[in-house]
């Protein structure tokens, strides 16, 4: 028998079903061996010599594999077909050199778990691609000395700073900048002028104003409302007859089917989804066999798809769907030897309302099944209609524009999500006749101003990094997801903002390692990666040449202080966190004191912020994201009234605004004070409110069945209820003010039924199942969030993971994660006995292949950026 090795025992299960009791399939739980995170991993001094280990975790998976290796000769790796998958086969051969002498060892790949494509692939064994390996071992060691050789630096120089890498930061720059385009921008005031049309049949239109004066209108020429009430004057003093009407045939071919950055964006644009998400979601619907390889740059297919899509939408549309000839799409990755196809269903009679999986995994399904057969799909046909309405003496024309689809072709499956840059088709227009009267309705000026561009979302970010040539299919979602991480980056409303500590680190890097940011020298690198796995580039040559430049770069900055460092970053970040003052004073002076000017200050607990020069007479602090209006910088210190002869005041400081009674004195050093809860901007504070804040807890009354005092208050984590030592989050802010007796216990007694407290057991949030290896997997509340729980191992669920929604599947990796962290992971205690006994018994007889791999999800793979 041979020993087949693939990456996650998913994978492992559903290749079993098709080989058969003549293999052993096993499972290598993503890669086997890592760079140790220490200094050395990576010596540039010694030919650039890479220092492997094998990690704890995977040691027994090793052992499992030599197991079956005793009494089988023939090793055959088949791990994913990219870059990536390339490097665990090599790693495995190499951890498994001792053991494999004498011993048959091949490489297959298959782009699809389907049996017709693992029996091909069985049939054209290989050696495992050592250009492939080499453009994994570049990029892995390019990751590495950038990394860990940066990162340092940052932390000495950048008080608050967390890391830096290779691609993470250009991605992170991508966003500053953007930022700082929409902070820069200035709204330009512009009118347009419609008027509602009707035909002497009384069917209505709208048109547009395109001509004044004779003169065609250019966007800006009605600058002011007293410029649109002239024109509307002008047409409303006219009478309108159609000129011309011009109707052009028009058609829309389908998009490609998708490769990984546009199912990405696609299933952003659609769903919400991030990009991590989504890739986990197709991993699982590969593994299972229901789709092709999700990580790939090609958009072609095979042509046995192309015919099984083109009988799919035959079969379910009829034959005028179909186009005479199949469609054909072009490759976009460079190098051949990576261009795997598209990402499609592997049964394209499979459609979703057949496939039982979980609601993310479906969704992405349904898209990708639409996707497919829509790109093979005949093009929807229509006829685009523009309509010229003037008047006679030409001083005035309008023009309305419209569409018709007269035939819908693939659009009755599929059409793409839009963007925000990407305009509309065109409301359908009426019958209009040349040389007819126009019926003048309404006539509206309408007020616009120019925007500015939108932030990123993940779905444009992904396809910005396409555009740019930054990172490849396999690390756009861990880019992503790691500057989000890292809190450089936070997502609200689905768009990308950059937090100051990612503005702080863009600037730093910007001015001391400008070329290491930078996109065209980013995207150079990427292409030399691609020359390295095509065989055109020695792996070596690359490294010596970015090491050089790079070393340098780091020993320029090794006289640097953190005085000098944050000198420069004030001055570039000069425009955000100083704005033009309205009344055109320095916008750096104090605006306590009036003296001292404003600069960028390190705090002890790490981070930055605005303080004045003139401390420690003037303590003025604000944070770094100040008021963006001369209205709002003069907040501070604004006297809200007066509540027992001292005064309230409204104060913007280091950690954000708050209220304050009286001033700091020698007896009382910390007068009352009391932030502004989340969603209360500085604006909107007056005396009473503030008083209300100051009050705070605020006793609601005395608990019926004990007698203590229930209160309610603002704290660290929100608005709550308090009894004795037990604390209950409220929805909204503003109950803690208004929140009875009656409302307060029955939120008390949710929380005591929800869990956990001090004493008291936390019930699940949801079951997930039995672990592999014995004991129930749940999903629990905790104070700082849900997490999953297996015997004495507790791992955070990620922030854009729900807990109900999470699979016994998607936890495990979770679990394993956090065990390796924590040392040797603990088995509850049934599990336990049968794990001990379990290896005499796999010594004694030979596992049988349909008992697949081991059950554990497999370790997922993350690319370094």
């Known amino acids: 028998m041979a020993v087949v090795v693939v990456e996650s025992p998913a994978k492992a299960k559903t290749i079993n079903k098709y080989l058969g009791s003549d293999y052993t399939v096993l499972a290598s739980f993503g890669h086997v061996r890592d760079l140790p995170a220490k200094d050395g991993s990576v010596d540039p ?3 650039f010599d890479m220092k492997w280990e094998v ?20 090793l055959i790796l088949a791990t994913d077909p990219d870059r990536e998958g390339e490097a665990i086969s090599w790693h ?47 990029r892995r060691a390019l990751d590495y000395l950038v990394g860990f050789n940066l990162s340092p630096v940052l932390w000495r120089k950048l008080p608050g700073a967390k890391s830096a890498g290779r691609v993470q930061s250009v991605c992170l720059r991508l966003i500053v900048e953007r930022e700082m385009e929409i902070e820069a921008f200035k709204a330009r005031e512009y009118w347009t002028v419609t008027a509602e049309l009707s035909t002497p049949r009384g069917q209505t239109y709208t048109a547009r104003l395109t001509v004044l004066g004779g003169k065609k209108l250019e966007k800006f020429d009605l600058a002011t409302a007293t410029d649109a009430e002239i024109a509307v004057h002008a047409v409303t003093s006219r009478d309108l007859t159609v ?14 089917p998708f490769m990984t950055s546009t199912l990405q964006q696609e299933a952003s644009r659609k769903f919400g989804m991030g990009a991590k998400a989504c890739m986990s979601a197709a991993q699982r619907l590969y593994e299972a066999g229901y789709i092709t390889y999700m990580r790939t740059d090609g958009i072609d297919m095979a042509p046995e798809a192309v015919m099984a899509a083109r009988d799919a939408i035959k079969t379910r549309f009829g034959e005028k769907y179909v186009p005479s000839s199949p469609r054909m799409y072009k490759n976009k990755a460079k190098n051949a030897q990576e261009a ?3 990402i499609r269903p592997t049964d394209m009679n499979l459609g979703p309302e057949k496939l039982k999986v979980a609601d993310d995994q479906w969704k992405l399904y349904d898209l990708i099944w639409k996707r497919t057969l829509a790109s093979q799909m005949a093009a929807a046909v229509m006829e685009r209609t523009t309509v010229d309405v003037g008047s006679k003496d030409g001083e005035v024309e309008l023009r309305a524009t419209g569409q018709v689809v007269t035939f819908d072709g693939f659009l009755k499956i599929y059409d793409q999500g839009r963007d925000d840059d990407e305009g509309d088709d065109g409301a359908r227009l009426p019958q209009i006749m040349q040389g007819e009267e126009a019926k003048k309705g309404q006539i509206t000026p309408d007020q616009h101003f120019t925007q500015p561009p939108p932030r990123y979302t993940e779905a444009t970010l992904v396809k910005k990094m396409e555009e740019l040539g930054i990172g490849r299919p396999s690390t756009y979602a861990s880019i992503v997801t790691t500057i989000q991480d890292r809190g450089y980056v936070r997502k609200d409303k689905n768009r990308l903002i950059p937090e100051d500590t990612g503005r702080l680190v863009t600037a730093f890097l910007t001015n001391y390692f400008r070329r290491y940011v930078e996109y065209d020298f980013t995207a150079d690198l990427e292409d030399q990666l691609d020359d390295i796995s095509a065989g055109d580039r020695p792996y070596k040559e690359v ?36 704005p033009p003052r309205a009344d055109g004073g320095d916008p750096r002076a104090c605006p306590t004191c009036g003296a001292g000017r404003l600069h960028l200050k390190t705090a002890r607990s790490g981070g930055a912020f605005i303080g004045c020069g003139n401390y420690p007479e003037c303590r003025y602090t604000r944070p770094l994201s100040a008021p963006s209006d001369e209205d709002g910088a003069n907040l ?20 954000g605004p708050y209220v304050q009674k009286g001033e700091a004195t020698t007896e009382a050093p910390k007068p009352p004070r009391a932030s502004l809860p989340k969603g209360w901007s500085p604006e909107s504070i007056d005396l009473e409110r503030a008083q209300m804040l100051l009050s705070l807890p605020r006793e609601i009354g005395i608990h019926p069945e004990d007698g203590a005092l229930v209160e309610a208050g603002i704290g660290r984590y929100g608005p709550y209820v308090k009894h004795n030592s037990t604390y209950a989050n409220l929805p909204e802010v503003d109950e803690v003010f208004t929140i009875g007796m009656n409302r307060a216990i029955e939120v008390l007694a949710q929380k005591a039924a929800r869990g956990p407290g001090r004493g008291a057991a936390a019930k699940p949030l949801k079951e997930l199942g039995e672990h592999p290896d014995g004991g129930p997997v749940q999903v629990m509340p905790g104070r700082y969030g849900p997490y999953v729980k297996w015997g004495k191992i507790n791992a955070t669920l990620p922030k854009d993971v729900e807990p109900e929604a999470i699979t016994l599947e ?3 990796p979770l679990i394993e994660a956090k065990a390796s962290k924590g040392g040797k992971k603990k088995a509850p205690a049934k599990a336990a006995k049968a794990t001990k006994a379990a290896p005499k018994k796999a010594a004694a007889k030979k596992p049988a292949a349909k008992k697949a791999a081991p059950k554990k999800a497999a370790a997922k793979k993350t690319a370094a950026d």
């Not at 070393?551 to 970053?569: N, P």
């Open 340 to 342: 795997h196809e598209c």
């Open 45 to 47: 001094e010694h030919d």
């Open 243 to 256: 000129k011309s009407v011009e109707a052009k045939p028009a058609s829309r071919n389908p998009y490609p």
């Open 543 to 578: 490294l010596a040449r970015f090491w050089r430049d790079f070393s340098a770069a780091l020993g320029e900055t090794a006289e640097l202080r953190i005085g000098e460092v944050l000198e420069k970053i004030d001055e570039v970040l000069g425009p955000h966190l100083y």
């Open 92 to 138: 495995l051969e190499q951890a498994l050199a001792s053991k494999l002498t004498k011993k048959k060892v091949s490489r297959v790949t298959f782009n699809a778990i389907t049996k017709a494509a693992i029996t091909e692939a069985m049939q054209h064994p290989r050696q495992v691609d050592t250009a492939l390996v080499e453009a994994y071992l570049a």
């Open 55 to 74: 990690a704890s975790d995977s040691k027994k998976h090793i052992k499992a594999i030599t197991d079956a290796l005793k009494d089988d000769d023939e």
């Open 810 to 812: 998607e936890a495990l």
């Open 636 to 655: 501070d210190g604004k006297i809200l009234g007066e509540d027992g002869g001292e005064q309230i005041t409204l104060r913007i400081g280091r950690f």
